[in-house]
């Protein structure tokens, strides 16, 4: 990262549409850490964002769930990125590297307009094809080689941890 950023930079945190959906899932293990994480984000921690990826997927939940996710978006002030070009070449890359499966693009189009967008992290709780050593590693390797910098794959936990020690590096 630019060592001119300053310590106290706020992280800049992509949340994927898994999140929007155990905010209110109360039997999900990931519940309290996802309702603290936007907490954090109300308080100012993070600088939160999200992608018309993610409101076209939760503009099909069933009518009351879906107009409470999507209240979350203008509740806690999270910036809405454009799904550009760019970020569909990049998630074309991951498909054809086999990283992210062609049935599964959208999982790509959140990591690739993240990282365009130069954010400093994912958070999810897509285990199966996002949060997941395989993913992240690869991904990594596909945004160095076309000029963009590695981008952190977290669920909200790892988030939330991995910024503690975040500002202590200067980053």
Same mark, same amino acid.
């Given at each position: 990262?630019?060592?001119?950023?300053?310590?106290?930079?706020?992280?800049?945190?992509?949340?994927?549409?898994?999140?929007?959906?155990?905010?209110?899932?109360?039997?999900?293990?990931? &519940?309290?850490?996802?309702?603290?994480?936007?907490?954090?984000?109300?308080?100012?921690?993070?600088?939160?964002?999200?992608?018309?990826?993610?409101?076209?997927?939760?503009?099909?939940?069933?009518?009351?769930?879906?107009?409470?996710?999507?209240?979350?978006?203008?509740?806690?002030?999270?910036?809405?990125?454009?799904?550009?070009?760019?970020?569909?070449?990049?998630?074309?890359?991951?498909?054809?590297?086999?990283?992210? @499966?062609?049935?599964?693009?959208?999982?790509?189009?959140?990591?690739?307009?993240?990282?365009?967008?130069?954010?400093?992290?994912?958070?999810?709780?897509?285990?199966?094809?996002?949060?997941?050593?395989?993913?992240?590693?690869?991904?990594?390797?596909?945004?160095?080689? &076309?000029?963009?910098?590695?981008?952190?794959?977290?669920? @909200?936990?790892?988030?939330?941890?991995?910024?503690?020690?975040?500002?202590?590096?200067?980053?």
């Amino acid at each position: 990262m630019n060592s001119s950023v300053s310590m106290r930079r706020r992280p800049k945190i992509y949340l994927e549409t898994t999140l929007f959906n155990y905010y209110f899932d109360k039997d999900r293990d990931a &519940h309290v850490d996802t309702v603290n994480l936007f907490k954090e984000i109300a308080a100012g921690k993070y600088e939160a964002y999200t992608s018309e990826a993610v409101i076209d997927e939760l503009e099909d939940a069933p009518a009351k769930k879906r107009d409470a996710m999507l209240a979350l978006v203008r509740e806690y002030n999270i910036t809405v990125l454009r799904i550009t070009e760019e970020a569909e070449d990049l998630a074309d890359i991951y498909a054809e590297e086999g990283i992210i @499966p062609l049935k599964y693009m959208t999982d790509g189009i959140h990591i690739a307009v993240a990282t365009v967008n130069d954010l400093d992290f994912i958070v999810s709780l897509n285990f199966r094809h996002i949060v997941n050593v395989k993913t992240e590693r690869l991904t990594h390797m596909v945004n160095i080689r &076309h000029g963009y910098r590695p981008i952190e794959i977290a669920s @909200p936990m790892e988030a939330m941890d991995e910024n503690s020690e975040y500002d202590s590096r200067g980053n």
